[in-house]
């Protein structure tokens, strides 16, 4: 049962476009949405994170919508630059065992800038 | 401040042999995870410890093992390896502070089991 969906596996933007990541949930429970990237040989590095209770956040570059009625979240990077190229991880956080968060994490998008 | 260490980065197993994976964090972080990565897949949590002396099952718990005897260290124990072990192993750490935050990853340890 895949609760974070990320459906496009690549995408390709010119350098200085926009580059729109997008993910989809099924558990209306989930309380907060943060997005990871990963270069090859690494581990994903936190990038940017929504609470359930906003519509949006901003952190330079980058900026997170979040559309609860339609369970739907999506990652704008403008301007993108190559350094950007890397698979980028949706996850979500869940009450586990009643105690603490937990992750569950999306499969990846893998997200290649051109020069 | 080295953040999340992962010790080995690369191992090569025989089926039904036994290792253990290294994991030590230097923030004093409470909370520490043990993923796994497929190929074309997202992670998926193995174990996961909320204190020293403290742990639990995450989603795919079946063939490893975990201990939590220090608050830095958060060893993962393969007993009795099988092909579908083979994966790309994340260590992670979050403190206290709200999840918004997100958790910090070691850079993984690409085991096959052969």
């Known amino acids: 049962d895949q609760q974070v969906k990320q459906n496009s596996p690549s995408l390709s933007v010119q350098e200085g476009r926009i580059s729109i990541l997008n993910c989809d949930y099924t558990?209306?429970?989930?309380?907060?949405f943060l997005w990871y990237k990963k270069y090859p040989a690494e581990g994903p590095t936190f990038l940017i994170s929504?609470?359930?209770?906003?519509d949006k956040n901003e952190d330079g570059r980058f900026t997170v919508f979040l559309n609860k009625s339609a369970k739907h979240l999506s990652l704008h990077i403008v301007p993108s630059q190559p350094g950007d190229s890397a698979v980028y991880f949706c996850a979500a956080s869940a009450k586990y065992g009643g105690a603490t968060n937990k992750l569950i994490f999306g499969t990846g998008t893998l997200l290649a800038v051109q020069p | 401040n080295a953040g999340v260490t992962q010790t080995p980065k690369f191992r090569i197993l025989k089926i039904g042999q036994s290792m253990t994976l290294q994991c030590a964090q230097d923030m004093n972080h409470n909370y520490m995870y043990w993923y796994r990565q497929d190929p074309g897949m997202g992670l998926k949590l193995i174990y996961y410890?909320?204190?020293?002396?403290?742990?639990d099952k995450g989603e795919v718990p079946n063939g490893y093992n975990v201990s939590r005897s220090t608050t830095e260290d958060f060893p993962l124990r393969l007993e009795l390896a099988a092909p579908s072990q083979t994966s790309v192993y994340f260590c992670?750490?979050?403190?206290?502070?709200?999840?918004?935050?997100?958790?910090?990853f070691g850079s993984g340890t690409r085991l096959t089991v052969v």
């Open positions: 992670a750490s979050r403190g206290g502070q709200e999840i918004f935050y997100g958790y910090t």
């Open positions: 929504i609470s359930s209770i906003k």
């Open positions: 558990n209306s429970m989930f309380d907060y």
């Open positions: 410890s909320v204190g020293a002396g403290i742990t």
